[in-house]
Nanobody, 124 residues
Framework: QAQLAESGGGLVLPGGSLRLSCVAS????????MGWFRQAPGKEREFVSG????????YYVDSVKGRFTISRDNAMNTVYLQMNSLQPEDTAIYYC?????????????????WGQGTQVTVSS
């Protein structure tokens, strides 16, 4: 089972920034689109951002557009999520996942495996 390891979360004041990292095991990282998801208490997991294998065609859910930036380093098997202007509603556990890019849209499947996630708490 390929592993996913998220890190970089923490407690931050409203308006602050965090940079999340996700290291994926396996030799196929550079051929796979990656995504960031989040799950707030009492809510379903939400697809937040995606990036193609080549590092282009970024996707962002409307609530984070202009504040979050996804990127990746295929040499390091790592995908990042730079989060700026954080707000209390961004509080959640953040997860990365391998996803599919069809050429026009991102496809989110049903996944049996998730990493441990990283907690992001935005509070004054």
């Amino acid at each position: 089972q390929a592993q996913l390891a998220e890190s970089g979360g923490g407690l931050v004041l409203p308006g602050g920034s965090l940079r999340l990292s996700c290291v994926a095991s396996g030799r196929t990282f550079s051929t796979i689109a990656m995504g960031w998801f989040r799950q707030a208490p009492g809510k379903e997991r939400e697809f937040v951002s995606g990036i193609t294998a080549n590092g282009d065609m970024p996707y962002y859910v409307d609530s984070v557009k202009g504040r979050f930036t996804i990127s990746r380093d295929n040499a390091m098997n790592t995908v990042y999520l730079q989060m700026n202007s954080l707000q209390p509603e961004d509080t959640a556990i953040y997860y990365c996942q391998r996803i599919l890019y069809t050429g026009t849209t991102y496809y989110i499947g049903n996944y049996d495996y998730w990493g441990q996630g990283t907690q992001v708490t935005v509070s004054s």
